[in-house]
């Protein structure tokens, strides 16, 4: 996908525009985890020569929240954090050890309700390369990147589903080779899908 048409279609999209984005989405009824706190992530688009990539994440096992799920890199917003974007990119330099210098700022998609308790800005950024990927040990257990072109293909996104505390939880799913991109991340991919399909 071209580059100059991301930005396009990521400047002039307005979140809040489409459907409510969250795990409640296929799941109506799910009931919240209390007040949901504030969190942002980065959706990292690569410039790669062979075409455009998304950098995600492996989270460790040990982590309270999501652990050993593939993700963005982000996390909640902090008092000193004066936008989603600046959350956004301190959590990228933390977590995957990427300098904001080589990060440019295209867009928001919608916000995501995770049933955990989070609302969730996620922040679309292209990454020009070279630059240092250095993962953080305790929160990230790998860095990797999957072809945009695969993640948006809708013949990739499927409908899972699976037993959680006597109930049956749907979501979408994106398999791609040995790695399972589920929950939030694949729904905020299908966010990103709509926008960049749009007329």
């Known amino acids: 996908m071209d580059r100059n048409l991301i930005i396009e279609k990521l400047k002039t999209w307005q979140p809040g525009q489409g459907p409510d984005r969250g795990d409640y989405q296929l799941n109506p009824g799910m009931s ?8 942002a992530v980065l959706v990292p688009l690569v410039e790669r020569p062979d075409g455009i990539t998304t950098m995600l994440t492996q989270r460790t096992n040990h982590l309270a929240h999501h652990p050993g799920q593939i993700s963005f890199p982000g996390g909640h917003v902090d008092p000193g954090d004066g936008t989603p974007e600046e959350t956004a990119l301190r959590e990228t330099e933390e977590e995957v050890g990427v300098h904001r210098r080589h990060i440019e700022i295209i867009g928001r998609l919608d916000e995501y309700r995770v049933r955990t308790g989070f609302s969730v800005t996620p922040v679309v950024g ?60 694949a729904g905020m991919l299908v966010n990103l899908y709509d926008v960049l399909s749009a007329p």
């Open 126 to 185: 292209l990454l020009t390369p070279p630059f240092e990927v250095t993962p953080e040990a305790y929160e990230v257990a790998e860095v990797f990147e999957v072809p945009l072109d695969f993640l948006m293909n809708p013949d990739n996104h499927e409908r899972h589903s699976r037993d959680y505390k006597g109930n049956t939880r749907k979501f979408y799913a994106m398999p791609y080779d040995d790695y399972y991109i589920w929950g939030a991340t």
């Open 32 to 39: 919240q985890s209390g007040d949901l706190v504030p969190a």
